[in-house]
């Protein structure tokens, strides 16, 4: 069983920056481990930021999240990490940590963040 654990969130101000950071409770990455971030919006559907993968670190972004979002992982502190810029306010968003492991997703809990103007 991998259970991802979001952690990072909060409130901030617009215009801040934020780091949110992912691991697996009670275990580890493994090599074909695909990371995702999602991200859901008071009152819109969950949608994806981008991905990347464990081994080769290789990174997509859904094309409306470029440029605002960098999607890292560190082999050593076994944590996935989703920077964000300018975040803008809205309420308090969702943010998910999502891992594909042999064709099998899991989901985190979610951390919230909310941006104050």
């Known amino acids: 069983q991998v259970q991802p654990a979001e952690s990072g969130g909060g409130v901030v101000q617009a215009g801040d920056s934020l780091t949110l950071s992912c691991s697996v409770s009670g275990g580890t990455f493994v090599g074909d481990d695909m990371v995702a971030w999602y991200r859901q919006a008071p009152g819109k559907e969950r949608e994806v930021i981008g991905t990347?993968?464990?081994?080769?670190?290789?990174?997509h972004y859904a094309d409306s999240m470029r440029g605002r979002f960098t999607i890292y992982r560190n082999y050593h502190e076994n944590r996935a990490w989703l920077h964000m810029n300018g975040l803008k306010p809205g309420g308090t968003t969702i943010y998910y940590c999502r891992v594909r492991r042999d064709s099998v997703v899991y989901w985190g809990q979610g951390t919230q963040v909310t941006v104050t103007s």
């Open positions: 990347i993968t464990w081994d080769a670190g290789s990174r």
